[in-house]
């Protein structure tokens, strides 16, 4: 009996002693200690503020267990789940630029060159779409650079099947807009997970997966306490961040003010269900910081420093000893994936297979294997320039034992086709207020691949219709353009500030152009146009002669887009050149030449100061034309006279304009300058003086979503001053 439970107890020692060294092989450190887990609210920028806290916790020893977290606290907490430590979070955020990370649409450095037209010549932000009906874009922004960010670090984590996988296990919650439920995200890809959590409602762009609609999950749990207490932990660290009761005097009035505070409120009462499930609360005070202040993030981080450290008392019990931190942090790693060292291969992820074959022959002229992320990452944004595709992002995968990245092509749901739109104001106290309006309607592979469909409709200022088919010749950059198009426009003389003569313009026509696509910053066309063309005075004495017959010409024209910005630029330069053959012309019996060269460039001084030059001019080799074929006059085209006030056979035209920013650093949405600007040149006929005409202008600049605003008034040479202002496009 006695040597029978002998052998009984020896069996069950052994089994124990082979089963609970299997178990705890990767949870000795755990076993002995309470599970300890992590809660981070969302809050924008604000939510930087948790980097502090870890950087607290991980110095004093405290062991994350679990975390769970919303919005820019599912970041956070992303970035710590998969393997990151505090130190590498904040070198991870350091190295973000925020400015580029969060704008609303691609920088205009990585638009092709039809793109950077559309954006030149229709500077509305607002882009609609046709293609079930009129919609607007799901957000103001794409998240394309934001889907950049989070493929750094998540691309190894794609298909968990569950996130106890990760290095620490990780719940993040979103919002399902189809049924106004709360979902938890604790398996499938991280990338999806964070992206979903992040995409604030108007803001950014809803994140489709699996069927579901989905949003940020602070509008229902802002402070997801009982999604990491459902992960077994039993001691709840939560890290809220409240909105704080404000001033009266800095309670916003505006209607946008209004909209975040409320929501900073409404968001704040999903955090109060469920902090009293925490055991430990800290709250860094980030009153006083703005949903935006995405640059603040050092002074965030040192809140929620020293918020974890008044929590010291409550926190130090947790440490651990020097011996089981490192080998907690020696399990964090051994469950840590990396990225792989020599990708071979790209794999493609669109709906449209046609586009697929197109962007897989642009990425080969871009990238090669073994495909490094920086180059990747600027080919992807590349692709986004075309206009197709509103992000696109990647993560890794292996195909028959290779491993390599997939490609995540985001198409825009509301388009193609695609509608843009133009307000232009044009105003002074000498020349009244102009006002127009326009639209381009543009159909996209059409006939195909990088060929498209642009209709323009303008009335107002300048009264034209036009069309364009843009046809690429299969996968060279040779195109044919042939377009048609009908203008009506006037041209008005001023004498002294005063109107006293106007003229009709109406020229109905078509074109052939052959041209060569080069890149994203050159176009070479050349072509030929016929029209019929009218001409006739319908104000003042009788000084210009009527005119009306065909008018052909053949054109050379060459383009370069170099600059960093439609409407401010603050690098690069901007060539426009073209010489046109006039060979029939109701204007004039002789055939005629037509040259114009214009340049534009521009440089940073220091963060703040722009230098913008522009040097420009032309001529034609007949000199007796009756009719205007350069004008100057204008907001920043000698702003001091009135529109088109000097015309003639050439002209010449230079300027300096430095701009100050107004703000300590560029805003998201727009900006606002300080602007001076000096100016010299002439328009004039060869039996009149050439001498330049000089003038200055201060005003205010602004980049706006509605295109570029000017205000301010000029002051001529002869004593000529006037108040501007204008809407729209001015460069």
Request: charged residues 25%.
């Amino acid at each position: 009996m006695v040597r029978t439970a002998v052998r009984i107890l020896a069996s069950l020692t052994v089994v124990f002693l082979v089963t609970g060294d299997f178990e705890a092989s990767p949870n000795k450190v755990r076993n002995s200690r309470p599970r300890i887990g992590l809660t981070l609210a969302g809050g924008s920028a604000r939510g930087l503020a948790h980097l502090g806290v870890l950087t607290w916790l991980g110095e004093h020893r405290v062991p994350v267990d679990c975390v769970a977290g919303t919005s820019m606290g599912g970041l956070v907490g992303g970035l710590y789940a998969a393997g990151f430590d505090y130190e590498e979070i904040r070198e991870f955020i350091q190295q973000i630029d925020w400015t580029r990370t969060l704008r609303p649409d691609p920088a205009f450095r990585d638009l092709t060159y039809r793109r950077k037209e559309d954006r030149r010549e229709f500077p509305n932000q607002l882009e609609l779409g046709l293609k079930d009906g009129v919609n607007l874009p799901g957000g103001l922004s794409p998240c394309h650079e934001i889907g950049l960010l989070l493929s750094r670090f998540t691309n190894p984590y794609g298909g968990l099947t569950s996130f106890d996988e990760l290095p620490t296990p990780f719940r993040t919650v979103a919002v399902d807009l189809k049924d106004g439920t709360e979902y938890v995200f604790q398996e499938g890809s991280l990338f999806d997970a964070l992206r979903a959590t992040m995409a604030i409602p108007g803001v950014f762009s809803p994140w489709i997966i699996g069927g579901r609609t989905l949003v940020d999950g602070g509008l229902l749990n802002n402070l997801p306490v009982d999604v990491v207490k459902g992960m077994g932990a039993e001691v709840i660290i939560a890290v809220p961040l409240k909105s704080h009761v404000i001033a009266s005097e800095k309670m916003p009035s505006s209607l946008t003010g209004i909209a975040g505070r409320s929501l900073d409120v409404m968001i704040g009462g999903t955090e109060l269900r469920h902090i009293s499930l925490a055991d430990i609360v800290v709250s860094p005070d980030v009153a006083g910081f703005g949903s935006a202040d995405f640059h603040r993030w050092r002074e965030l981080a040192d809140l929620g420093y020293k918020a974890t450290a008044q929590k010291a008392r409550e926190l130090e019990p947790l440490a651990l000893s020097e011996q089981e931190w490192r080998q907690y942090l020696e399990e964090r790693r051994a469950r840590r994936r990396v990225a792989p060292a020599r990708p071979a291969f790209l794999a493609l992820e669109a709906s449209d297979g046609r586009t697929t074959e197109a962007v897989d022959r642009e990425l080969a002229r871009w990238v090669a294997a073994p495909y490094a992320t920086g180059p990747l990452e600027t080919a992807l944004t590349w692709i986004t320039g075309w206009g197709r595709f509103e992000a696109a992002d990647y993560e890794s995968c292996e195909r028959r034992g290779l491993q390599g990245y997939q490609v995540n092509l985001r198409e825009k749901k509301h388009g193609p086709p695609f509608l843009n739109s133009l307000i232009l104001l044009d105003g002074s106290q000498s020349d009244g207020v102009r006002l127009g309006l326009g639209a381009r309607l543009t159909f996209l592979d059409v006939p195909g691949a990088f060929s498209e469909w642009r209709s323009d409709v303008n009335f107002g200022i300048l009264n034209r219709l036009s069309t364009e088919l843009y046809w690429r010749a299969g996968a060279t950059r040779w195109f044919v353009a042939p377009r048609g198009f009908y203008e009506n426009s006037d041209f008005d003389v001023y004498r002294e500030g005063k109107r006293q003569l106007s003229v009709e313009f109406r020229e109905p026509g078509a074109g052939l152009d052959v041209g060569y696509a080069g890149g994203r910053t050159d176009e070479v066309r050349f072509g030929y146009q016929v029209s019929r063309l009218a001409a006739s005075q319908s104000l003042g004495t009788a000084t210009f002669p009527d005119a009306k017959g065909i008018l052909s010409q053949w054109r050379v024209r060459w383009t370069h887009e170099g600059q960093d910005s439609a409407m401010v630029p603050r690098h690069g330069l901007r060539a426009v050149n073209e010489v046109r053959w006039v060979a029939q012309s109701p204007l004039t019996d002789r055939r005629y030449a037509q040259l114009q060269s214009r340049f534009s460039w521009a440089a940073p001084i220091k963060r703040r100061n722009t230098i913008l030059a522009s040097l420009e001019g032309g001529f034609a080799t007949d000199d007796q034309i009756p009719y205007p074929v350069f004008s100057l006059g204008g907001p920043y085209r000698l702003s001091a006279l009135s529109r088109d006030e000097m015309f003639g056979s050439r002209y010449y035209y230079a300027s300096v304009l430095a701009l100050r920013l107004l703000t300590e650093r560029e805003g998201i949405a727009g900006n606002f300058h300080l602007g001076v600007i000096y100016e010299a040149g002439r328009a004039f006929r060869l039996d009149q003086p050439a001498k330049p005409y000089h003038d200055v202008a201060v005003g205010i600049v602004g980049e706006t979503p509605l295109g570029l605003v000017f205000f301010g008034p000029s002051y001529g040479q002869d004593g000529q001053w006037k108040i501007s202002f204008r809407l729209g496009r001015l460069f």
